[in-house]
């Protein structure tokens, strides 16, 4: 069975190749290192995506944390904060 965790390269006539000299010895071989080829990326592409969504939430905490102080100090300070 090839090696998974393989880097895969492109050539300038577009031909894919594996490294380390171990393509894939018949179809079934090929069509699972494609497969884990593929969910890994998808793996990768769906933590990434997590991370994201997690950082937008937190800078949204983080803004209405801000308007909040703003708020504070606006009242503390007897100034009327605008109309919503």
């Known amino acids: 069975m090839a090696d998974l965790n393989q880097e ?9 190749t594996v490294g380390n000299n171990s393509d894939p010895r018949n179809i ?23 991370q994201i969504i997690t950082r937008i939430d937190e800078m949204g905490n983080r803004v209405d944390d801000l308007e909040k102080n703003i708020s504070d100090l606006m009242t503390q300070a007897g100034v009327e904060g605008p109309e919503k």
């Open 8 to 16: 895969v390269k492109v050539d300038d006539s577009k031909n894919f």
């Open 28 to 50: 079934q071989e090929l069509t699972q290192y494609v497969q884990t080829l593929l969910q890994q990326t998808q793996d990768k592409f769906q933590t990434m995506s997590e």
